[in-house]
């Protein structure tokens, strides 16, 4: 199994900035994507951002030009730069991998952190 462990979440201001980081661990063979997701209450999680292991990346509309996503595939590791943050960021925001354990590729989620955006 994969163990997803997210940090960095907390309560910012308008403009403000936050880091989260995401570490992979357990039985991985390899990842071939990780991610961070979101989900606001009352709304479905949506994709932010995600970073594959040739280093190719990828970005919700709403995010581009304000999110960074980078990673460390020999780490296991990705973190989400997020800046000019907005109210309408706030969420739990989820780290996730597409990893291959032990035959076939699955998805893997964290235990998400909250994202609070508000004066």
């Known amino acids: 199994q994969v163990q997803l462990v997210e940090s960095g979440g907390g309560l910012v201001q308008p403009g403000g900035s936050l880091r989260l980081s995401c570490t992979a661990s357990?039985?991985?063979?390899?990842?071939?994507?990780m991610g961070w997701y979101r989900q606001a209450p009352g709304k479905q999680r949506e994709l932010v951002a995600t970073?594959?292991?040739?280093?190719?990346?990828n970005y919700a509309n709403s995010v581009k030009g304000r999110f960074t996503i980078s990673g460390d595939n020999g780490k296991n590791t990705v973190s989400l730069e997020m800046n000019s943050l907005k109210p309408e960021d706030t969420a739990v925001y989820y780290c996730n991998a597409y990893a291959l354990v032990t035959i076939v590729p699955a998805s893997y989620w964290g235990q998400g952190t909250q994202v609070t955006v508000s004066s």
């Open positions: 970073f594959t292991n040739t280093g190719s990346t």
């Open positions: 357990g039985s991985i063979r390899s990842i071939y994507i």
